[in-house]
């Protein structure tokens, strides 16, 4: 009975043991598969041999695979992160707006400038100044009777500056994308007329002559005496300047370059001016038995092309915008002259009345730097100066033929023009 039990109990615990060494074994290979799951590159075992758990060939069955669409929710997390405008989720490039204000920028003040807007509205108010007028020697007087030894001049013969003059610049446009990469936009801009007024009669000079110069071919100084205190006839005479200037453009700006503050645009486009002027004179002596009046009018219409750069600068709410271009083109220029004596063709200066016209080359140069600052998401506030300039106009008083008797009512000269001032507007972005 005892040998019986003892070999029961034998054979327990040899049943035992071979049962318990596999269990060990695979004990041993879940440690494996596990340390090759938490190491990215897998694990080697003891002997030697690579462990390639199952989820890793899951893997590389997906990889031959046809690729799914990714979720967004990563890239929307992203974008939010980045810009802070929900609005990215419904579409738009951001591969300008995270460098440029997310990372860099702090707009906590002034609100995200990056969402989507396409469009831009800006006003100007305009305070610009003109060349002035090279007049030359239209007035005279003395204190001696007629021919005097020595005149005095009274209107000319010296620059006429010109009065600062308000107006008014309208930019508007679009970008093509939300990337900001090309937008295409037009300007109008205008300055208010420039008049001014010459008047004098005898009762302003008191024993003096009042005399119109002018020369009598082939070379001798003259004049015409509106006024002679010596020979007792009284008269008066007026002259009046206008000037007019406006213009126009359609533009396309080109991202050429960007970096986290500042971006750099390419501009190019059609660009229109127009500068209209006058001089007038008329005279009249006593009684009106003599009335003459001479007048020169200029027409300049410019067209021609853009080619320039922009620079916008960012830090924070300020905006500082630097503006060099320059426009190529044709200059069309028409002169009229005209003059009448006693309701009769033919004035002093303007023998006989006459039109003329010509195409030259012109330049247009245009300067500009503009300080903005942006109180909200969709608008900022700005000031700034601008300066342009024409390289070749024609004005009235470089018309002027001053020499009686060669048949000529004008001609024309080389000469130029220029505005400048300052400026300060609104910008609304949407």
Known sequence: MKTNCLLIVIGAALLLSSRAAPLRGENAQFRE??????????????DGNSVRPAAWEEEEEAASTPAAKPKSRFVEDS????????????????????DRCGRCMDWSWCGNRCGPRLWWLRKDGLLFARKGRDLPALVTTSDTPVPPPGTTVLFGDRTETS?????????????LSFDECVGIGARYWYLDNDQSTFALDSADLP??????????????????????????FDGSIRIALHSEVFGADAYVRIRCAQSCLSRTDFVTGYQ??????????SSSTQNAALLVSDNYRTTNEFHGGILGVMHDYDFGCVNLVLTARVGLGNMHQ??????QTNGQEGGLLVESNTT???????????FGATVGYQFSPCMQVSAGYTFLHWSNVARPEDLIDN???????????????????????LTLSF
């Open 33 to 46: 598969r596990l340390a090759a799951w938490q190491t990215p590159q897998g694990s080697q075992a003891a």
């Open 79 to 98: 974008v939010d992160q980045w810009t802070g405008d929900e609005h990215y989720e419904d579409g738009g490039d951001q591969s300008c707006c995270p």
């Open 163 to 175: 009065s600062a003059r308000i107006g008014g610049r309208f930019d508007f446009g679009t970008w």
């Open 207 to 232: 024993g003096q002559t009042i005399e119109r110069p002018f020369i009598q071919s082939p070379d001798t100084a003259n004049s015409l005496v509106i006024a002679d205190p010596f020979s007792g």
């Open 272 to 281: 229109f001016a127009r500068i209209n002027e006058s001089l007038r004179i």
């Open 334 to 339: 028409t002169a009229v002259a005209t003059g």
């Open 356 to 366: 003329q016209t010509r195409d030259e080359f012109c330049a247009l140069p245009e």
């Open 403 to 425: 020499v009686r008797g060669d048949g000529t009512s004008l001609v024309f000269r080389d000469s130029s023009f220029w505005v400048q001032g300052f400026h300060a507007g």
